[in-house]
Structure formats: C-alpha cells, structure tokens
C-alpha cells in the first residue's frame, strides 16, 4: 500500500550538454538586472567565464558579480544580500559547486528582508522564512549537492560554536535549474570524487529512507542506476568524456529531488556537526563514511528480524543493481547486501576518500560530534556506540 506523502515542486529542468547557451533567452523573463554569483577562479581558469560575460554583456544585460570563495557563511551572505538589496535586481543566477548555488539561493532569499540570516537558519535562528525571493537560477559546475533542485541552503559557520545548519522554505527551490555536463569537464579529481560520493549517498540515502514514496524511490533508483558505472571513471579515463559527465550530472539532479522529498540519513545526520565543527568537505565526509554507516545499517536491520526486512530488501536492490543484475528473483536478494557494501568501500579506496584524521578530527572530537547527530530519516534506528564505530573506522 503507498502511504501517504507530498512531493514539493522542481524547478524547471533545462538538462544537456551546451545548454548553458540558453540562460541568456531565459534571463529576460525575469527582467535585464542580473546579479551573477560565482566562486574564487575556477570559472574562470576553465575560460567559461569569458564566455558568460561576454554573451552578457554583447546582449545588452545590466550585471554585477558577487564572489564566494568558501562555504557560505552567515556574514557573507548578509554581506551581500545589503550590498544589492537597492539596486533592483530582478534574477539572480549562482554558477558553480554546491557552496555557490546554496549561497546565490540564500541571497535571492535575503534580499527582500532587512534582517540577518542567522535569524532564520533551522535550529539557530527563531524566525521563519516566508518564501519571498528575487528568482533564482542554479547552474551547477559539479555533480554533487543537487543544491539546484532543492528547497535549502546550507549556511556554515566554522569553529567550536560552529554550525552548518539550512535556510529552508519550498519557494526556495529554484525557478530554473540549468544542468551543462560540459562544465562539468574541467572539475579535477578529487572534487569529482568527493561531490560523487556526495549525490550516490544522497540518492542512497533517499532510497532508504524511513520517508521515502514510490515517486522518490523510483527517481533515487534511476540516478543510482546512471551513478554506479561512471563515478570512478569520471575521475579516472573518463573524466573528459561527456557521456560519463553528463550520467554523473544527472545522478547529482536525482539526488536533488529526491533528498528535498524523501530525506536524508545518518550519514548526512553526521556530516553536519562534523562540518561546523571542521573545515571538511562535504563530500567528503558523506564519501567517508557511507561504506561504514550502510554496513552498520544493514547489521542492525538484519538484528530487527522481519521488522528490519523492508529496508533491507531495499539496500538489496541496489546491490544487485550495482552487480548489473536488476532482474534479481526476489528470495536472492539478501545475497546483494554484502557485494553493496564492497562497492562501496572498493570506491572509497579508488577515489582516495580521505579519512576524518586528515582534517584534524581525533576520537575526544566523537562525544560532541555524536551529541549533535541526527538520525533523520534513518532507515534503522543507531545507538551512540553504534556511530561511535561508524566515526572509528573511518578515523
Ligand atoms: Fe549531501
């Protein structure tokens, strides 16, 4: 039986290789006043950026550009978001990684309020967001948060009173995403990997989740699907090969979608105190601990006997699926639990995942680290000592 569920709107979808040519047809309807959000220089060294301004300025349209250099923190978004908040700006287009299309979404938000945004972020501030925006577009240059389909942004403020905590509202969503793999061709290896494990533990995650509905399901499941053959390849041989960026790209949509609609679990439960306490990557963290967090999930379901069987017939598909065998029979499928949980970790070594130490983390970092865990939408329910071993193997 299908339980119940809302699914929260998308943005209008303009997918392929090339199509970034399209945003200056699409700028007008909005109006000539454009703010561009980018980050440092990578836009830049890849010559694309060339190519944007000169297409906006050849066409006539009035543009500023703002930069963000590192995650979006709550002092640079207000700064931005005053700087512009007179100059009647009619769309605002953020063109980069997740910190940039999160952070141009955040200032299309806080244009329209005389307020700080910490006011508003989801267990920090008191306020809640009414919805009001300038129109956003997100055109990401790596497959990785799916920020361009999703109703949030991830704000992050660094430190022992640090926090990475979302600016949430379904009008958040942006009006167009604009999904180009041929940007995708020049993001070196390790951000592919990262933002990767990132998208693959979003759709995941989706796909587990104690939330999920048989529309994010069946989305989840076809980005898995494109996702499980073209992440190692495309930071390896394949990473100037548009058909392996463009699954990728798609992948990183899907992921999007489905983690505005169907949730997240404890990977993502674990990655945010770990980000505000740390300067990590998000992707890497997600990449880090996703083989450990899926085998401790599936130890757990199988602990739960019939009660745990449901969620694990679903990590079953996708483990017959990453063995290219979708039209598993149904009473094989606890034999595909171990072989995902290979892959897993067989990616994790390939993609040269870094380990929570690397970034300073040590084992007295794991009580304040836990305390600050959510489980989300965990398919399972975890104990402290249960994530305390997820941390541990992946120190
Ligand atoms: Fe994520």
Not at 53 to 78: V, Y
Not at 256 to 268: D, E, F, P, Q
Not at 295 to 300: G, Q, S, V, Y
Not at 358 to 371: P, T
Request: aromatic residues 8%; contains cysteine; charged residues 20%.
């Amino acid at each position: 039986m299908i339980i119940p569920f809302e699914f929260a709107s998308i943005p209008r979808i303009i997918f392929g290789a090339g199509k970034l040519s399209e945003l200056y047809e699409l700028i007008p309807e909005f109006g000539n006043n454009v703010l561009i959000v980018t980050g440092g220089t990578s836009l830049e060294k890849s010559g694309n950026w060339d190519i944007i301004s000169s297409n906006l300025t050849q066409k006539g349209f009035d543009f500023s550009h703002a930069f963000i250099t590192e995650e979006p923190s709550p002092n640079r978004i207000d700064e931005i978001a005053a700087k512009y908040r007179t100059m009647n700006i009619d769309v605002i287009v953020g063109i980069g990684g997740g910190s940039v299309t999160d952070a141009g979404k955040a200032i299309s938000a806080m244009i329209p309020y005389q307020d700080s945004i910490v006011n508003y972020l989801e267990g920090v501030g008191t306020k809640k967001p009414d919805g009001k925006k300038v129109p956003y577009i997100a055109i990401p240059t790596t497959s990785g948060t799916g920020s361009e389909a999703t109703k949030n942004a991830v704000i992050s403020k660094v430190g022992e009173d640090g926090f990475k905590k979302s600016l949430r509202h379904d009008n958040y969503i942006p009006n167009i995403a604009i999904v180009d793999p041929e940007l995708m061709l020049t993001c070196p290896p390790s951000i592919t990997g990262a933002c990767g494990m990132d998208a693959f533990t979003q759709l995941l995650e989706a796909y587990v989740s104690a939330k999920g509905n048989p529309m994010t399901n069946a989305l989840a499941y076809s980005g898995l699907k494109y996702m499980k053959d073209n992440i190692v390849p495309a930071c390896t041989s394949g990473s100037d090969d548009i058909g392996v960026r463009t699954a990728m790209a798609y992948g990183s949509l899907m992921s999007g979608i489905t983690l505005a609609n169907a949730g997240l679990g404890i990977v993502h439960g674990l990655a945010s105190p770990i980000g505000g306490y740390f300067e990590i990557p998000h992707g890497v963290v997600c990449g880090t601990l996703l083989a450990e967090a899926t085998k401790m999930n599936i130890l757990k379901l199988k602990e739960k006997g019939i009660e745990g069987r449901p969620a694990l017939m679903k990590h079953s598909e996708i483990g017959a699926l990453m063995a290219g065998e979708e039209d598993f029979k149904k009473g094989e499928l606890y034999k595909y639990l171990d072989l995902l949980i290979e892959t897993l970790e067989k990616w994790t070594n390939n993609l040269e995942i870094e380990k929570l130490s690397a970034y300073g983390i040590a084992e007295d970092d794991f009580d304040k680290i836990i305390e600050k865990a959510s489980l989300k939408n965990n398919p399972v329910h975890l104990s402290s000592d249960d994530i305390r071993k997820i941390l541990k193997n992946r120190l």
